[in-house]
C-alpha cells in the first residue's frame, strides 16, 4: 500500500480524472426508494458532470425528479465519489463539447435524449483503506483544499 | 470493437468474474428516493454477493429496508449489471469464507457490522454498444442461457 497522498494532490488527481475519464457509474433512485445504477459517458464542465440518457429511460426519469444523485468516477481502488443533484443541461455550446468529447451527438439519436448537469456539493477521493481519513475533498460544494 | 459474445460465453465470464473479482459498486436507495453509491467486497456463494457494512452506515441502513438495490461489477467497458434485493445473511460458514477471501473479517472489527446476501433477479452483462442486444442473461432470476 503506497503513502496516502496529500489532499491537494487528492484534488488534483480528482480534477484530471473529471477532465480525461469517458465514463462514470451514476446511481440514481425513483420517489419509491428503488436504487438504480448505469455507466454513462460524461463531460464535466467545471461546474459538473453533464451526461445524455433517453428522457424515458429509469435513469432519465430518476435524474428528472432532481433527487440526490451519487457518481463513481475511477476504478474500484481509485475512486472518486461525487454527491449532488441533477439539472437540465439546455446549453448547446455544452453540447456540443459533450459531442465533441465522445465523437456521439445524442442530439442526433432518434429517441428523446436529455441532458443532464449532476452538480456536486461533496467529493471524495480514496484508494485504499490508509486513504480513508481526508478522503472529503469537497463539502457543502466548496473544496476543502 | 471486437465481434459481441454469445449468450453462453456472457454466462461464462460472469460467472468467472463473480467468483474472482473484489470489489463491486452497490447502489441502494433510502426510503425518500435518494440514490447512494459505494464500491464493497463482496464473495459470490452461488446464490448472491455477500457484502459486510456497518449497519449504521448508509449502505447499511438502505439494505436493511429490503427495497431494490443495484450492482455493478466489472470495469466501465466489460460491465456486469445485477437487480436485486437485499436480505440479512447469518451463516457463520459464509462469513467464514467472505473472510478468507478478503483477508478481512468484519467480525472482528469495532462497529456493527452486518452481512447481506443480495439475491439477483436480474443480470446482464455487456462489452460496447453492439452487445446492447441480447445483454440480460437471467430474468426473473432464472439464467436464460
Redesign the interface.
Known amino acids: 500500500m503506497e503513502a496516502p497522498r496529500s489532499a491537494q494532490q487528492r484534488k488534483r488527481d480528482t480534477l484530471t480524472r473529471l477532465a480525461s475519464d ?4 451514476i ?13 454513462l459517458s460524461f463531460l464535466w464542465d467545471g461546474a459538473g458532470l453533464i451526461v445524455a440518457t433517453p428522457s424515458s429511460s429509469v435513469t432519465g426519469r ?1 435524474l428528472s ?1 432532481g ?6 468516477v475511477g ?3 481509485d ?1 472518486t ?1 461525487i454527491d449532488g443533484t441533477a439539472e437540465p443541461m439546455r446549453d448547446e455550446r455544452v453540447k456540443d463539447e459533450f459531442a465533441a468529447k465522445h465523437r456521439w451527438d445524442p442530439r442526433k439519436e432518434p429517441g428523446d435524449y436529455a441532458f443532464f448537469r449532476i452538480v456536486p456539493d461533496r467529493v471524495q477521493a480514496w484508494r485504499e483503506v490508509n486513504e480513508l481519513p481526508g478522503r472529503t475533498l469537497m463539502r457543502d460544494g466548496n473544496w476543502l483544499a
Not at 27 to 36: K, L, M, N, P
Not at 67 to 72: A, E, I, L, M
Open positions: 469517458v465514463d462514470a457509474w446511481a440514481t433512485a425513483d420517489a419509491a426508494g428503488s436504487g438504480y445504477l448505469l455507466p430518476n425528479r433527487g440526490r444523485v451519487r457518481v463513481g476504478e474500484l481502488r475512486v465519489m
